[in-house]
């Protein structure tokens, strides 16, 4: 599903998502394992005119408790949903700047929307390596992994900005957020958007590790720079065993 889904700009107003596909999506919301555990989450799926969002026929609004590490636990969490939807034919569109008037939820607060409606197969990415991405030497440092660096550079992100830079050392994978990517989002914003697309790059990372046959351990870090580095803020750290 990572070389299927692509990022849904429009959608065929002939086509309705049923009762039963929507249930089917509600079931599935809560059983996609978190990037942190205490963090409390919570979904409403509203039609798209319930919204700022003008496109779809849905649209996910998803809620969080505010802790460490919750935009990285939504990329997370939500990544692994728009993968399941391409394996159901669901076209699904990130739209961070989507707003809505219930910017609570169950005592959470709104963190951002995913707009959402039935596609056709064929509307689905044919050659994943179409796909403007960033040159591998620019996002991977280091000739371990490349097996992995070839997929999970296909990862989305908000604007396509990719802000992840990773350091490979043999067994030792660094990741960084890098604060210097070309973006139309606003700069005051960056770092929003950016901290939850480091959190889809990551589900891409343990996916592909994973089908790869690699056992790792990770572990999360609280926004600290790399070295004197000023421009990258380090992530994650993963340890192949």
């Keep these: ?9 429009r959608f065929d107003d002939t086509l309705a998502l049923s009762n039963e596909e929507l249930q089917k999506i509600e079931q599935q919301l809560y059983k996609f394992p978190p990037l942190v555990d205490d963090i409390n989450l919570k979904y409403q799926i509203v039609k798209q005119d319930k919204t700022t969002c003008k496109r779809g026929e849905y ?8 802790k460490e590490d919750y935009l990285l636990n939504i990329g997370y969490v939500l990544a692994q949903l728009d993968l399941w939807m391409a ?36 509307e689905f990415r044919k050659d994943y390596t ?17 097996d992995v660096a070839n997929v999970v550079r296909y990862a989305p992100s ?28 606003p700069e005051g914003r960056r770092p929003y958007f950016n901290s939850i697309d480091m959190g889809i790059f990551l589900c891409f990372m343990e996916i592909t590790m994973k089908n790869k046959g690699y056992e ?16 990258l803020i380090a992530v994650a750290n ?4």
């Design 216 to 231: 790792f351990k990770r572990m999360l870090y609280a926004g600290q720079k790399k070295d004197e580095d000023e421009d």
């Design 59 to 66: 649209c996910l609004l998803v809620y969080s408790e505010k």
């Design 238 to 241: 993963y340890r192949i065993l």
């Design 158 to 185: 908000s604007c396509n900005s990719q802000p992840w830079r990773v350091f490979c050392e043999s067994a030792d994978i660094q990741i960084y957020r890098s604060t210097q990517v070309r973006s139309m989002i």
């Design 1 to 9: 599903m990572i070389f299927k889904r692509k990022s849904f700009r």
């Design 87 to 122: 394996s159901e034919n669901i076209g699904a569109c990130w739209y961070g700047m989507g707003k809505t008037t219930e910017q609570q939820y169950g005592g959470l607060d709104f963190v951002i929307m995913l707009a959402f409606g039935k596609g056709h197969s064929v």
């Design 130 to 146: 179409k796909a403007k991405r960033k040159e591998l030497a620019i996002i991977w440092n280091g000739e371990s992994l490349v």
